[in-house]
């Protein structure tokens, strides 16, 4: 079959739309090549990219709100790791969990087949549903996703209760593109390559006084493998370092991108950007007779990951190829929901004109695919 070829005048002007590795900006990529030869190939213990640690942990703490006394820790690995790392590291006895998609579920697992822990309460809802913790005798550690990024289902951050258990937050597709207030949270932990616009390679989490008592707590009483200690992790954070060898190429489109946005108005402006962007996609779903948002409610739909069904006549799979050939890249569904759908990162980088553009082309291929 031949390829529908989208008008140029449609196109957006970048036609990045992926929910992570998401889309980076050109500065960021200027100023790793400005930094080849200053950090790039030298040495993490020593200042040039311990300053770049540095700023990026004073930008992050600026641009969420850290509360006194919250401190932003930097660790090797991604979100995937950190949910090992709070297994052994935050999880005194019992965790509970709120799984309403594939992230959620991940770190669900993690601490439910712990052979040192209680088996986790598990509050699951569908695919497109949103799942919510609640008090429970035994439980001290709380969690479940700001945004579950399988689905583009969006959470409310809210402390659980006020025992002494923790709150732990996973923000991996949520930090710098929704708004949050981190006192309500323990723990706000995330990655780089969604709203920072940068590469995998590291995780960042923002602990309260309470859960950095808890880290030092759990670690002095139980073998930890040192890569999951979160203690060493606080330890070298303290020093402007991680533990092992970072991806010093991450920390350089981190810092860029949080520069620009705290340099823009910080998360009001940031989280207005990506609620302008997903706005105009939701907008044009209900008023397609051929698409409807995934996610019913609309105070649960995701500001930074918007998922679209489409009605049985219309091919979503191939929908979204015609698109790739036309550099429009990354809008295919999550591999494992199954759905007929495309998934839209609308991280801040992303112009929401861009967005706009998005749905002329999906009009125009739709009159045209069958």
């Known amino acids: 079959m031949e390829t529908v070829t989208i008008p140029t005048h449609l196109l957006p002007a970048d036609g990045r739309f992926g929910c992570g590795p998401s889309k980076v900006r050109p500065a960021q990529v200027d100023m790793l090549a400005a930094l080849g030869t200053t950090v790039l190939g030298t040495s993490h213990r ?10 990026v942990r004073e930008g992050i703490a600026a641009l969420l709100g850290a509360p006194d006394g919250y401190e932003v820790v930097v660790g090797n690995g991604g979100s995937t790791a950190f949910w090992d790392a709070a297994t052994f590291s935050l999880v005194r006895e019992r965790a509970q969990h709120a799984d309403f998609g594939e992230f959620g579920h991940k770190f669900a697992t993690a601490t439910d087949r712990a052979p040192f822990l209680a088996a986790s309460d598990i509050r699951a809802a569908a695919a497109g549903d949103l799942a919510r913790c609640t008090p429970a005798e035994g439980v001290d ?24 258990a923790l709150t732990v937050v ?8 929704v708004a949050v207030d981190l006192a309500q949270t323990d723990v706000y932990y995330f990655a780089p390559q969604k709203s920072f616009a940068a590469d995998g ?43 092992n060898t970072p991806a010093i190429a991450t920390l350089v489109l981190l810092a860029e991108q949080v520069d620009w ?24 779903a209900e008023a397609h007779p051929l698409a409807t ?18 009605a049985e ?23 494992k929901l199954g759905r007929n759908q495309l998934r839209v990162g609308t991280f801040p980088a992303v112009d929401p004109g861009d967005v706009v553009a998005l749905t002329a082309c999906i009009d125009h291929l739709l009159e045209r695919m069958g």
């Open 46 to 55: 020593q200042a040039p990219v311990r300053h770049l640690v540095r700023r």
């Open 141 to 164: 550690v709380y969690a479940y996703p700001h945004n579950e990024t399988s689905t583009g289902v969006v959470s409310p951050v809210e402390r659980v209760a006020d025992d002494g």
């Open 201 to 243: 390679g590291l995780w960042l989490a923002v602990l309260s006084p309470a859960a950095l008592a808890r880290v030092a707590e759990v670690t002095a009483s139980r073998w930890v493998p040192d890569f999951l200690d979160l203690q060493l992790a606080v330890d070298n954070s303290r020093q402007d370092q991680t533990l």
């Open 170 to 177: 996973d923000a991996t597709s949520a930090a710098g593109g």
């Open 261 to 284: 946005l705290n340099e823009n108005g910080g998360l009001g402006w940031a989280s207005g950007r990506t609620a302008a962007s997903s706005a105009a996609l939701y907008g044009w």
């Open 313 to 335: 006549t219309v091919d979503a799979q191939a929908l979204a190829a015609t698109l790739r050939a036309n550099g429009i890249v990354d809008v295919e569904p999550y591999r």
């Open 293 to 310: 948002p995934f996610v019913a409610e609309p105070a649960h739909r995701s500001p930074v990951v918007a998922t679209i069904d489409f």
